[in-house]
T-cell receptor
Framework: DSGVTQTPKHLITATGQRVTLRCSPR?????VYWYQQSLDQGLQFLIQ???????AKGNILERFSAQQFPDLHSELNLSSLELGDSALYFC?????????????FGAGSRLTVL | QKEVEQDPGPLSVPEGAIVSLNCTYS??????FMWYRQYSRKGPELLMY????GNKEDGRFTAQVDKSSKYISLFIRDSQPSDSATYLC??????????FGSGTQLTVLP
């Protein structure tokens, strides 16, 4: 167990729907990162939060949004879902105060859009 | 052109073989270099972390970084069936997010 908790583990939904993925970082970690992993694109950075504030954006679609709450858990909202959004979504956290870029990943949420 | 290119594999080797996994990169701002291992249907887990050019050894694993050539490698000695996984190189700089290679799937046959 990495200490990063993601729910749900699996999600099956239909095109056009909206889903919310949840992440709790390791105890004490203030940073949360979201990554998308699909077969053809590999692991792609979506967005980063630090202590409730957005810090960096990657290849995140306008249909996707995220936020980090005061208790430091984060949610990734995916709307108007398309077949191509089917992927593994990973959350990661970074040790606070660490100068290194080492990220610890959760087990992921597998999204299937039918 | 992607910032990080990784030999895609898949790679299949017999038990006990030496495995070499490689990545090249184009962004000179990358300062940190890592290898993650990802078992099927699991999250990536950190295997090796290096900051500078040169070699770093940890048991059967050796990470090598050549900043002048923008090339990093991971060597696995005496490979075991339990090493069968996807290996991802990752790099970062002043920006805190990591950029990943596409991964190399390794199978070690008993």
């Amino acid at each position: 167990d990495s200490g990063v908790t993601q729910t749900p583990k699996h999600l099956i939904t239909a095109t056009g729907q909206r889903v919310t993925l949840r992440c709790s970082p390791r105890s004490g970690d203030l940073s949360v990162y979201w990554y998308q992993q699909s077969l053809d694109q590999g692991l792609q950075f979506l967005i980063q939060y630090y202590n409730g504030e957005e810090r960096a954006k990657g290849n995140i679609l306008e249909r996707f949004s995220a936020q980090q709450f005061p208790d430091l858990h984060s949610e990734l909202n995916l709307s108007s879902l398309e077949l191509g959004d089917s992927a593994l979504y990973f959350c990661a956290s970074r040790e606070t105060g660490s100068g290194a870029n080492v990220l610890t990943f959760g087990a992921g949420s597998r999204l299937t859009v039918l | 052109q992607k910032e990080v290119e990784q030999d895609p594999g898949p790679l299949s080797v017999p038990e006990g073989a030496i495995v070499s996994l490689n990545c090249t990169y184009s962004n000179s701002a990358f300062q940190y270099f890592m290898w993650y291992r990802q078992y099927s249907r699991k999250g990536p887990e950190l295997l090796m972390y290096t900051y500078s050019s040169g070699n770093k050894e940890d048991g059967r694993f050796t990470a090598q970084v050549d900043k002048s050539s923008k090339y990093i490698s991971l060597f696995i000695r005496d490979s075991q069936p339990s090493d069968s996984a996807t290996y991802l190189c990752a790099m970062g700089g002043s920006a805190r997010q990591l950029t990943f290679g596409s991964g190399t799937q390794l199978t070690v046959l008993p």
